[in-house]
């Protein structure tokens, strides 16, 4: 590790997110594009410790614009090469562990520097891997920064001096925080350098060593900024990259020797993370730390007395960003019954504007491809389903004509609010549109799921925003905006319910799940 550089940082600040209006900027991201796609022949290893590994045969990451286009090559791990990672990872631990807290920050505020430095190339990764929008990748990287910048402010407090009430006995007291031990992190592919990045440097700056399992979908990505944090100094075994299938995850989650799991997906898979871990194995010393961030089945109210047309700018850049696939996405629009039909024309005439196509190509495009082909067949199915179950499509509906993995942006009305479109989480450019008789009415939908993660209102009325303060059920609610874009250190973001454990992450209590806290007491 390099020389601790001993000085004040500046009060935190969020990235700033890019439009890409200026020319230089469009220039300078369009050639990082074509750099990226130069290495799509680039071979990825795993890394256990000092050593990275090439197990043939290799896999290729395929790029959901165009599946004939690699966004590079990796190689697959064993539940043996995890074991293998876990013994690694907890060897280091002995001595990372005890690195002073002002070092393992320093790790983090050059990392932001290094990744600062290198937007385009990281976004290029994301536009190419995963199918980003231009300013969705953007917003990726300057929250990944932002994770990094927020998390090592927030070990230099952990990692001083702690309040505590003063002895009334003659002793010297004192209280501090010490890492778990060894963590699995389990990141998603949808937000793929943000998400991944925030799990990971939030356990290591704590003095946790990790082994990170990424998303099949979103491995290059993931590798790279392994690779960062290597070219940084970090100490062998303190990050270990093992990509891998289910079976891998699953012994990371099950091994006697890793102390948390840190996971962001699916409910279903959450909840079988959460019933793993709960079963101690022989070996084990400890109860399992789960920290799960599972999806959502957000709303976007509109009140009667609503300003329609920030609702509408609204419910399209909160359903169709990024294709829909955010835990955060706005899946239904509950709209009530006098401004429904004028609300509905907004809406259809935003969306109308939005571009659908190949973000390598262009920073024009806004509508992407969805991840894979998996997904492509599974969201053509929940329309037909919303169908059959008497929804009415009245835009999109349908694959677009291209050699990707497209959907058109959909809109379904007439939708049932127990049905499954306004039920279950579709993760894909669909909205349920959802007409409610009053506010009472739409409230009561709106709560209407076993899911608790995002949710806005618009209204005019102090008095139904209060309101919707006291009674709408989640854990980031969004008053006249938004209910996607949450801001590191500004909105702590992690849900209630089925949404998963309300870890809210780029929040002042986040990295407490990262740590024990130790209290000692000498008599004087």
């Known amino acids: ?291 799960a961030e599972m999806g959502g089945k957000d709303a976007v109210v509109v009140a009667a007395d609503a300003d329609l047309d920030a609702a509408a700018e609204a419910i399209v850049a909160s359903a169709f960003g990024f294709q829909g696939q955010k835990c955060s996405a706005a899946s239904r629009a509950i709209v009530e019954e006098p401004v429904y039909d004028a609300l509905k024309a907004k809406v259809l005439e935003r969306m109308a504007k939005l571009e659908l196509g190949d973000p390598a190509e262009s920073a024009s495009v806004s509508i992407g491809p969805v991840v894979n082909e998996r997904a492509y067949h599974r969201i053509q199915k929940a329309i037909a389903r919303g169908v059959e179950e008497g929804g009415h499509v009245i835009a999109g509906g349908k694959a677009a004509e291209r050699k990707g993995y497209f959907i058109q942006p959909t809109i379904v009305e007439n939708v049932a609010p127990e049905k499954t479109l306004a039920q279950e989480e579709i993760f894909g450019p669909v909205a349920a549109f959802i007409k409610a008789r009053d506010f009472d009415h739409a409230l009561e939908i709106a709560n209407g799921t076993k899911y608790g993660l995002t949710g806005a209102l618009f209204s005019s009325d102090p008095a139904k925003l209060q309101r919707a303060a006291r009674e709408f059920h989640v854990g980031n609610l969004y008053l006249n905006r938004k209910c996607t874009g949450a801001l590191v250190g500004v909105h702590p973001f992690g849900g209630f319910n089925m949404s998963g454990t309300d870890s809210k992450a780029g929040g002042h209590d986040y990295l407490l799940l990262f740590v024990q806290a130790k209290s000692v007491a000498r008599q004087r």
């Open 1 to 291: 590790m390099a020389t601790v550089i001993e000085q004040a940082h500046p009060p935190f600040r969020n990235e700033a997110v890019r439009s890409f209006a200026d020319p230089q900027e469009r220039a300078a991201q369009a050639a990082a594009i074509e750099r990226f796609l130069s290495e799509s022949e680039r071979r990825y290893p795993i890394v256990i410790g000092a050593e990275r590994l090439t197990p043939e045969p290799a896999v290729a990451s395929l790029s959901p614009a165009d599946p004939s286009r690699h966004a590079g090559w990796y190689y697959e791990a064993t539940p043996q090469l995890a074991d293998r990672a876990v013994a690694e990872a907890e060897r280091a631990f002995s001595s990372w562990s005890r690195v002073p807290w002002r070092e393992r920050a320093d790790l983090l505020f050059r990392a932001a520097a290094a990744l600062r430095a290198r937007k385009d190339d990281f976004n290029a990764a994301m536009i190419v891997e995963v199918g980003k929008p231009w300013v969705e990748a953007d917003a990726d990287t300057a929250e990944a920064i932002d994770f990094l910048e927020f998390y090592a402010r927030e070990a230099l407090r952990l990692g001083g001096a702690q309040p505590i009430v003063p002895s009334p006995l003659p002793e010297e007291n004192w209280l501090e925080y010490i890492p778990l031990g060894v963590g699995a992190i389990l990141p998603p592919w949808n937000f793929p350098l943000a998400i991944m990045a925030g799990m990971t440097t939030a356990a290591i700056v704590t003095g946790n060593t990790v082994v990170l399992k990424p998303s099949p979908d979103a491995t290059v990505i993931a590798a790279r900024f392994a690779d960062l944090l290597f070219e940084l100094g970090l100490t062998h075994g303190v990050v270990n990259f093992v990509p891998g299938g289910a079976e891998v995850g699953e012994r990371l989650v099950e091994h006697p020797r890793t102390r948390f799991v840190s996971f962001t997906g699916s409910m279903a898979v959450g909840l079988h993370i959460n019933a793993v871990a709960a079963k101690p194995r022989d070996g084990q010393l400890w109860i399992k730390r789960v920290v």
